[in-house]
C-alpha cells in the first residue's frame, strides 16, 4: 500500500510535468526541445520568489506560469513561427538552441550550484492506515489533479479550448471556418510554455535545482506524454502514475539505478502494443495542402 501511495504521488508531479509537452505535440506536432528549459525557469522562478519575498512555493505558482506564458507566446511569435512548416526536426533545433540559451543564462545568474526550497512544512508527513503521506508530495498531486480538471474543462467547454481542438483535429478545416491559425498556435505553444512554468514550481518544492536539469526532465516529460497519449490530458496523468508505478515496483527488484531504463524500457513496450499510448485515440488522416491544392 506504501509503494502505491507512493507512485500515485510521484505520477501527479509527473503528469505535471508532461502536461505542456504533450499538448503541444497533440496540437502543433511540435517536438519542443525546451520544455525541460522551461520547467528549469519556472522552477528558479519560484525559488526566487521564496529566497527573496518569502512566497511559499504553491502560491508562487500563478507567477511562474504567468511568466513561462509570455515567455513562450513572445518566443513563439519573434522566433518560432519564422520556422513553423520547415518540419519537425527543424523545430527541435531551434528549441534545442533556446534550451542551451536559457541554461546559460540561468548560470550567469544563479551559478551552477544545486539549490532548493525548504519549507516549514518540508519532509514533515501523517500517516493514514499505516501509510506515511508526506504534506508537500499531496500537494504537488492536488494540485497536478486541479491542474488537469482545469485543462480538461477549458479545452472542452471555453470557445478558446474548442477552436484548439479543431486546429488539432485538422488545421484546415479549422481555417475553413475562420479560426485563425496562426494565433491558436501562438497561444498553444505559451499555454505548453504556462504548464512547464507551473511544472517547474511544483518540482522545485521537493527537488534540487540547477540549470542542467531540463534534460532528465524533458525525458520523463516524453515518456509520460507517450505513455498517456499524446494531447490527451487527462491520458498525461495517467502515464504519469502509470511510469511511477513501474518505476517503484522496479526499484525494489532491480535497484534504484535502473529508474532511466524502466521508463524506457515501458514507453517502448506501450508502443508496440498501444501506439497512440493509454487514453490515446487515432482521429482521421489530415488533408494536407498538396491534397486540396493549395500552398501552406
Do not use: W
Not at 534534460?215 to 520523463?220: G, I
Request: glycine share 12%; aromatic share 14%.
Amino acid at each position: 500500500m506504501q509503494l502505491l501511495v507512493n507512485a500515485i504521488l510521484t505520477g501527479g508531479l509527473y503528469s505535471a510535468l508532461a502536461a505542456g509537452f504533450s499538448i503541444l505535440y497533440g496540437v502543433m506536432n511540435v517536438m519542443n526541445v525546451a520544455h525541460g528549459a522551461f520547467i528549469m525557469v519556472g522552477a528558479y522562478i519560484s525559488y526566487t520568489m521564496f529566497t527573496t519575498f518569502n512566497i511559499d512555493p504553491f502560491i508562487s505558482l500563478p507567477i511562474s506560469g504567468l511568466g513561462l506564458f509570455i515567455l513562450g507566446f513572445i518566443f513563439y511569435r519573434y522566433v518560432f513561427k519564422r520556422i513553423m512548416g520547415a518540419g519537425i526536426f527543424m523545430g527541435m533545433v531551434i528549441t534545442y538552441g533556446f534550451s542551451l540559451l536559457l541554461e546559460n543564462i540561468i548560470m550567469l545568474i544563479y551559478s551552477s550550484n544545486y539549490r532548493g526550497i525548504t519549507t516549514a512544512y518540508s519532509g514533515k508527513s501523517f500517516s493514514m492506515f499505516d501509510v506515511i503521506i508526506p504534506y508537500t508530495r499531496l500537494a504537488i498531486f492536488l494540485s497536478a489533479l486541479l491542474l488537469t480538471v482545469l485543462i480538461f474543462l477549458f479545452m472542452k467547454y471555453s470557445r478558446m479550448g474548442k477552436s484548439i481542438t479543431a486546429v488539432s483535429l485538422n488545421k484546415y478545416a479549422a481555417s475553413l471556418v475562420g479560426i485563425d491559425i496562426n494565433f491558436i498556435f501562438n497561444i498553444t505553444f505559451a499555454i505548453g510554455t504556462g504548464l512547464a512554468g507551473i511544472a517547474g514550481g511544483l518540482l522545485a518544492s521537493v527537488n534540487i535545482i540547477y540549470p542542467q536539469m531540463g534534460v532528465s526532465v524533458l525525458f520523463k516529460s516524453f515518456v509520460v506524454a507517450v505513455l498517456g497519449g499524446l494531447g490527451n490530458m487527462s491520458g498525461v496523468l495517467i502515464g504519469g502514475i502509470l511510469l511511477a508505478l513501474f518505476e517503484v515496483l522496479g526499484a525494489q527488484i532491480l535497484g534504484p539505478n535502473y529508474f532511466q531504463l524502466i521508463g524506457f524500457l515501458l514507453m517502448v513496450l506501450v508502443l508496440c502494443i498501444r501506439p497512440q499510448g493509454v487514453l490515446g485515440r487515432k482521429f482521421f488522416a489530415s488533408v494536407t495542402s498538396k491534397e486540396i491544392g493549395t500552398e501552406g
